[in-house]
């Protein structure tokens, strides 16, 4: 168990990305806990892992910077100091061009997908540089790196948010021993996937990466000793191009 001893938390692990990474953590030994909106969801992600240990669960809003202030001191007293925080909690909405879209549904996934990351760092900062160690992973997007019509404006923009941020941070915290991965899947079936105009047909989804196969890409940034630092890796599709 590569991870035996080490503690991460995982924002948005009820579904999707996150539920695959705090597996996948998990599976190696890490003690792990998984934060998101809805308490069902999650108690429902930790229970379908039956081994030890097992996956502990919090509520979170990462939007609101008093429910991650909460989360993290939960943290530190049921999971103790993090060493691996990954924030992988993300949304969109269905309508996604500019003549389109609320100016609020822009608020919305500001506040989550680029918002909500910054307020989990800021939040576990403090501790990791106090140890002079710390992983933290974001779970990005191709939309991140060149923006589309089919990832929309609004998380086009909150994606570069979130691969500048990543960037400031990692090179700002770096002398302190800390880590900060961009990580930047194509198409990928979770559930965000059901929030676009147009359905995705079967035959796409049975190409397209599933979470696994992220998490498999986090677990292996994980494993590294501290001396490494992978600072951008991007996943995608056989068949998916980079436009």
């Given at each position: 168990?590569?991870?035996?001893?080490?503690?991460?938390?995982?924002?948005?692990?009820?579904?999707?990305?996150?539920?695959?990474?705090?597996?996948?953590?998990?599976?190696?030994?890490?003690?792990?806990?998984?934060?998101?909106?809805?308490?069902?969801?999650?108690?429902?992600?930790?229970?379908?892992?039956?081994?030890?240990?097992?996956?502990?669960?919090?509520?979170?809003?990462?939007?609101?910077?008093?429910?991650?202030?909460?989360?993290?001191?939960?943290?530190?007293?049921?999971?103790?100091p993090l060493d691996i925080l990954v924030n992988s909690?993300?949304?969109?909405?269905?309508?996604?061009?500019?003549?389109?879209?609320?100016?609020?549904?822009?608020?919305?996934?500001?506040?989550?997908?680029?918002?909500?990351?910054?307020?989990?760092?800021?939040?576990?900062?403090?501790?990791?540089?106090?140890?002079?160690?710390?992983?933290?992973?974001?779970?990005?997007?191709?939309?991140?790196?060149?923006?589309?019509m089919l990832g929309g404006v609004a998380y086009s923009?909150?994606?570069?948010?979130?691969?500048?941020?990543?960037?400031?941070?990692?090179?700002?915290?770096?002398?302190?021993?800390?880590?900060?991965?961009?990580?930047?899947?194509?198409?990928?079936?979770?559930?965000?996937?059901?929030?676009?105009?147009?359905?995705?047909?079967?035959?796409?989804?049975?190409?397209?990466?599933?979470?696994?196969?992220?998490?498999?890409?986090?677990?292996?940034?994980?494993?590294?000793?501290?001396?490494?630092?992978?600072?951008?890796?991007?996943?995608?599709?056989?068949?998916?191009?980079?436009?």
């Amino acid at each position: 168990m590569r991870l035996s001893g080490k503690t991460a938390l995982v924002t948005g692990g009820a579904t999707g990305i996150g539920q695959a990474v705090a597996v996948a953590l998990a599976q190696e030994g890490c003690r792990v806990a998984i934060a998101g909106r809805r308490e069902d969801k999650l108690r429902e992600a930790a229970g379908a892992w039956q081994s030890q240990p097992g996956i502990l669960t919090h509520a979170v809003d990462v939007a609101d910077r008093d429910s991650v202030a909460e989360l993290f001191r939960w943290a530190d007293k049921h999971v103790g100091p993090l060493d691996i925080l990954v924030n992988s909690a993300g949304v969109n909405t269905p309508k996604r061009l500019m003549a389109d879209m609320a100016p609020e549904a822009w608020d919305m996934v500001m506040q989550v997908n680029a918002t909500g990351a910054y307020n989990c760092i800021h939040a576990v900062l403090p501790q990791m540089r106090a140890r002079q160690d710390g992983l933290i992973i974001n779970i990005n997007s191709i939309a991140g790196l060149r923006a589309s019509m089919l990832g929309g404006v609004a998380y086009s923009a909150s994606k570069f948010a979130l691969s500048a941020l990543s960037t400031a941070v990692a090179l700002e915290e770096g002398k302190h021993g800390i880590r900060v991965t961009n990580i930047c899947p194509g198409e990928v079936d979770t559930p965000l996937l059901r929030r676009r105009p147009t359905p995705v047909s079967q035959e796409n989804l049975a190409k397209i990466l599933q979470p696994a196969d992220v998490a498999e890409a986090v677990l292996m940034v994980c494993c590294l000793p501290p001396r490494a630092h992978v600072h951008e890796l991007i996943i995608k599709p056989t068949f998916q191009d980079f436009a």
